[in-house]
């Protein structure tokens, strides 16, 4: 057209005016926050852009409903520190829903999104990730943005595919999709098949979609209230409805000034912004009749239209099939692929209509905020009614792909699916790994969003409550959020009804290590530490005495620093644990028993070789290099599955939470935890088998004389330990999610166990009289008179009221002979009982060997039988004492040296 072309003084007018109108329109919401704080009430500050914040940034419910229990909103992703919300202590994983692209489901979005995340404390993000921060409830600014897409199905697969963790992609991801109208049957069906959904259920709300007219169109013209009237007249519907006109167009192709001067209908030329609007502020809209409503001339006659405003292909339209195949003679003549409109797009068209008093037919659905807009007014939607809906109509629907296609053909669809649309349900679609990921989950760890989600509706009704806030305070995006807000805040008992049982859960952080028996657990391990330095104070003392020379002290001192190393490891495991305590506590405890139990293992070992031997009367000589060298190796074994540990998975504090059998409390507690549970499994399986060796060889050697070998001293003491290694076992399983009260057992226990190792072990041996090696040599080599001395004086002792008797001691040692003799003479009866022991072996030998036995003569058989009874007891001791001269012989090797070999001259015994 000749006049859109503008002459180059107009052109700069033009400019100007846009300038000063942008300029104008865009004037400062706020200079200060009172500004704000007046607008939009607390909460709300002065943004440097000149707008006012949202002033539910931190939290709904706070504002609304100000209880104790409202306090700030939980944080999610989109914050970036904690300036506007709590970190919640639950370790619930982030959800993320469509927002869509339509007021209805924004709402429901949002409701979501506030109820989870103040009620439940779930962080909640809206939109698809690229776009949630401005779509979510609590962003900073007052905006209500509409997501790129209608249904992101392949977000939900995105989420399945990283496992529900949208946290791991820049992608297109969500877990929800909240309202899924009736047209998207086909392709929920197949998602549903392919595994991609979980479910499928209602969202309480009724949708209805069809065509509308304004309530003045239905006056002016009754014909376009249904199908029959609209299909008998093409002209008559191109003449009627018109096709809108978007600003730009207006000011280029209808305004006569090119809107460098204002009209009736454009107050200036639209900013770059505002071109392709059709309905705003300083443009109140155009209807026009365009070419393709031009019905003259015999090619125009069959293909001029009507026009009726389309919505996205990606909604629940079916208007190019319905129009088609019912002979309506009305088409849409927007930029979409299906020459629809944008959802703002349609909104804009009817405000148009409405501003103007222009005939409009429009695709539209309720309940949505704009039939709320206009009801009772005279551009209240008017429902067209088409066709009856059937079983068949519906099954025979163009799928939702197919309603995308660039072919029209294609789009059409079968003319059996041409049918007016039904009431239904409409429905919210869950992705399968969300269900997935609250199955997996802990009692402690599982989050109530899926639950939630998969039970919250909302019907009509109260949509309409919110549609109704909503328009009535502008249809801001503030007014938005004080509607949605507002409804939550009065129907929390409604919310309510959709938590899963058990929840909300109740937090309770637990640090106890201040407590009385915590004090009491150090105090313990102190005294068990102290026990071991006092013990090897007095050990190092007393080292040249023989019960330690004997029982090899060098060993001893290796057992003690066993035991104060485990004593450390007691006083850590009473105070509140951090990442050095934690491997510190392993490190000692491992390192210490393992000084301590290898050693004990290396010498019963050794004690039951020696008395194996001595029942054969064979030598035993033992390589004490070789016995350090094992403790060593054993220990370096240890030290080194440490290192590793440390260096690989060091066990750290963690966060240990535990439901209460309440079943709602959780208590947090923390303990020290690696990564892999297997360290701690080795660490344990290692020491067990200490523990049982131990205990093994201590059974083995429990009928071993005690004078000098110490078998049972030893003995008592690994099963002591034993003992205590079952319990701190049990402790751990029972307490495996009481972290503080497993490490105060455990710090009990240790102590006890090296309280009553030492005492059982070394408290004997460090009380005993300090007699010297030799001294005790010096006794040990006495001869047997000693033995018949005691016994004379017992016969000496008897009282006189008994029969006297008489008795003789002999001891005759015949040259070159190896026996010992003893002998009993009975005067009454001439007879006499010889007990007799051959040094070389355990045989008795005959009396006639003898060449000169010892005689007792009593005068009474009474006399002879008691004190026969005392000599077969002393016989007892005397072959203990040849015992102690046996393992003399092998205590002189383990002592270092030969100075103790006895002088039997290599027949096999000694002075006695």
Known sequence: HEHYRIPAMSKVLVVLIGILHFVASASAECLTDTDCMEGYGAGSTCLPSGQCSNPFIDGCLKRIDPKPEHSKRHCNSDDTDETNCRVSPFNYPEIRVHNQNWVVAIFFSWIIQVSLMELLDVPV?????????????????????????????????????????????????????????????????????????????????????????????????????????????????????????????????????????????????????????????????????????????????????????????????????????NNIALASSGNLVNRGYTYSEMIQIWNAANATKSDVMMWWYEPDALLEQYKSSDAEFTKVYLPSPSLQCLEARAAPDDRCDTNPIVRLGDEDGSCDNHPHVTKKAIARSLRDSALMESAEDQSPAYSFIRNFAIDDLEISTI??????????????????????????????????????????????????????????????????????????????????????????????????????????????????????????????????????????????????????????????????????????????????????????????????????????????????????????????????????????????????????????????????????????????????????????????????????YLLPKMVMPSHSVRSVKKLQTGTLSTATREMEEETKRTPSSMPSYHSTFSTHSQENSNSNHFSVEDSSESSVHHWTKSCDSDKPISSSSLAGPRKVKFKTDVDNNELQEKLMQKDKELEALKLVVREMVVGSALGGGEDNKSSDNGSGCGHT
Not at 487 to 498: G, H, P, R, V
Not at 506 to 527: K, N
């Open 125 to 325: 993000t809206i939109g698809l990730g690229d776009d949630s921060m401005k779509s979510s409830f609590y962003y900073i600014e007052n905006a209500m943005p509409y997501s790129k897409s209608s249904y992101a199905w392949d977000a939900l697969q995105k989420a399945n595919e990283l496992g529900g963790n949208c946290l791991l992609t820049d992608e297109d991801c969500a877990h929800v999709i909240p309202d899924v109208w009736l047209g998207q049957q086909k392709k929920y069906d197949q998602e549903y098949v392919d595994g991609q959904l979980d479910y499928l259920g209602g969202n309480g709300q009724v949708g209805k979609v069809g065509w509308y007219i304004p309530k003045f169109t239905a006056r002016r013209h009754p014909f376009s209230i249904t199908h029959m009237g609209l299909s008998q007249d093409r002209h008559r519907l191109a003449e009627v409805f018109k096709r809108p006109t978007t600003w730009a167009d207006y000011c280029h192709e209808v305004s006569a000034s090119n809107c460098s001067s204002p009209d009736e209908v454009a107050a200036s030329y639209p900013l770059e912004a505002n071109m392709g609007k059709y309905f705003g502020d300083g443009f109140i809209g155009h209807f026009r009749a365009t070419e393709e409503n031009n019905c003259t001339g015999a090619a125009n006659n069959d293909t001029c239209t009507g026009h009726i405003v389309g919505a996205p292909c990606s909604w629940s339209t079916f208007l190019e099939s319905q129009a088609y195949w």
């Open 467 to 760: 549609l109704q806030h909503f328009v009535a305070n502008g249809g801001t995006g503030y007014a938005a959020r004080e509607a949605v807000c507002g409804w939550i805040a009065n129907n929390t008992d409604a919310l309510q009804s959709f938590i899963p049982p058990n929840h909300p859960r109740v937090f309770q952080s637990r640090d106890d290590y201040g407590e009385t028996v915590s004090i009491a657990a150090r105090s313990v391990a102190a005294l068990a530490l102290v026990y071991v330095l006092v013990s090897s104070a007095i050990t190092f003392k007393k080292r040249k005495a023989a019960v330690f020379v004997y029982s090899q002290v060098q060993f001893i001192f290796v057992v003690l620093f066993g035991l104060f190393l485990v004593a450390i490891g007691a006083v850590l495991y009473a105070f509140e644990p951090n990442d050095t305590i934690c491997m510190l506590r392993v490190w000692l405890v491992s390192l210490g028993y393992t000084f301590e139990l290898v050693p004990l293992i290396i010498k019963v070992t050794a004690l039951n070789r020696v008395m194996s031997a001595s029942r054969r009367m064979r030598r035993v000589k033992i390589n004490l290099t070789q016995l350090y060298s094992s403790v060593l190796a054993l220990s370096g074994i240890v030290a080194v599955y440490l290192i590793v540990w440390t260096a690989v998975d060091p066990s750290k504090v963690t966060e240990v939470v535990r439901l209460e059998d309440d079943s709602v409390t959780i208590t947090s507690q923390y303990g020290c935890r690696s990564e892999s549970g297997y360290w701690r499994t080795a660490f344990n399986l290692w020491d067990g088998i200490l523990v049982l060796w131990c205990s093994t060889l201590a059974f083995q050697s429990r009928n071993t004389k005690e004078e000098f070998n110490e078998s049972k001293s030893l003995g008592m003491m690994i099963y002591s330990h034993f003992v205590f290694s079952i319990l701190r076992m049990i402790v751990s399983e029972i307490f495996e999610e009481d972290v503080y009260t497993n490490s105060l057992a455990n710090s009990y226990l240790l102590s006890l166990d090296i309280i009553v190792g030492v005492t059982v």
